[in-house]
């Protein structure tokens, strides 16, 4: 067998988590070394349960020669830790994966990347603000992380697609998976879009929930920075956070209003020393000294079209928030009559710029 065949065979082992591979990897030397030890050498071994060791013998019997093979057709790709390829980020954060299953493409350590994270139940305003920060950075040339969930790592990387930004979606299943299915249109842009699909489990493998916090640490690892778009106090967002405060790495929060149970977790991480983002230039600001790549890329960003509005229009944007406003309270502000109201907000929808996100109740819209 190849060196990377091998790998895979380690790979391949169910419930052997990053530790006891580790242990194995600490132990042999590498999988070749592995494969070939004798059951007697493997029970020797500190940690090992009977069923890591059933594993470790009857899956020798298998042709990872063709599963190469299926895999390359299957367009998954595969690295190790010691291959050039490998994340240079990844390499030296604890508990680091010693290899990846991906689809697309890998990103490359000159590139900047900002992991975006929160709640699965995200409100308007954390989906707008979630959308906004996602597409400014990646006109910026940054790359975004998230694992794919619903809420608001869906949003996350639909705002990098949407504007052709680059995002990795890290998986907590194969990478053969899309999980959920209901974000099955980020996954296919994903793989095909000069973006990366990324999992540390073996195609095939279902999404377990214990999988889920475990590649955490993969989210964090893969980005310079970690920004929280909303999360309650309570939230497994947290493990992200605790991931990358652990790997060195700089947190943001989006401050929400007091009182917001999804707001109460990013409020919480701003009073205690997290950097507060009102904007996406204030990521952007903290990433320039290490890539001054950004410093012309800023600079070229595309912009949308500002849509013209008239007197009244402007009125009733301005009125706007990210949070829905009743459409009483928009003609009380503006003094707006209610039937020429009704026709002004059609028109703003219509430009894109709003939304109703209830029957009469109205959010601006991320730009």
């Not at 190469?68 to 299957?74: M, P, S, T, Y």
């Not at 912009?303 to 509005?309: G, I, Y």
């Amino acid at each position: 067998m190849k060196k990377r065949e091998y790998w895979l065979y380690l790979a391949g082992i169910k419930g052997l988590e990053s530790g006891r591979r580790a242990i194995l990897l600490n132990m042999f030397g590498n999988p070749e070394e592995i494969f070939k030890a004798s059951e007697s050498a493997l029970r020797n071994i500190p940690l090992l349960e009977d069923y890591h060791i059933d594993q470790l013998m009857k899956k020798r019997n298998i042709d990872y020669e063709a599963e190469a093979e299926r895999f390359d057709k299957q367009g998954i790709g595969f690295v190790t830790i010691e291959d050039k390829d490998f994340p240079e980020k990844l390499k030296d954060i604890p508990d680091a994966p010693a290899f990846l299953f991906y689809k697309g493409r890998m990103p490359k350590d000159t590139e900047p990347s900002v992991a975006v994270i929160g709640s699965r139940k995200c409100s308007y305003y954390g989906r707008e603000m979630c959308v906004k920060f996602s597409k400014k950075l990646s006109e910026a040339g940054i790359i975004i992380v998230s694992g794919m969930a619903v809420g608001v790592d869906g949003f996350a990387h639909r705002g990098a697609l949407e504007v052709g930004g680059r995002t990795i979606a890290v998986l907590g299943c194969g990478v053969d998976i899309c999980y959920p299915s209901m974000n099955r249109d980020i996954y296919e842009k994903a793989a095909l879009n000069d973006s990366c699909i990324v999992s540390e489990y073996y195609p095939g493998n279902p999404p377990l929930p214990y999988n889920f916090p475990q590649r955490n640490r993969i989210i964090s690892g893969l980005s310079d920075i970690v920004l929280v778009v909303e999360a309650g106090r309570k939230s497994g967002t947290f493990i992200t956070v605790d991931h990358a405060l652990e790997q060195g790495k700089e947190i943001f929060a989006i401050p929400g209003r007091i009182g917001d149970v999804v707001s109460d977790g990013c409020n919480s991480l701003i009073k205690n020393g997290a950097h507060m983002a009102t904007e996406p230039d204030d990521l952007i600001e903290e990433l320039k000294g290490k890539y001054e790549m950004l410093i012309k890329a800023e600079k070229n960003r595309r912009r949308r079209k500002t849509a013209v509005l008239d007197g009244n229009e402007e009125l009733i944007f301005n009125c706007l928030t990210y949070q829905p406003v009743q459409f009483n309270e928009i003609s009380e502000k503006t003094g707006i009559p209610c039937e020429q109201l009704s026709v002004l907000l059609i028109g703003l929808e219509m430009k894109d710029l709003i939304t109703e996100v209830d029957k009469n109740m109205y959010i601006k819209k991320a730009q």
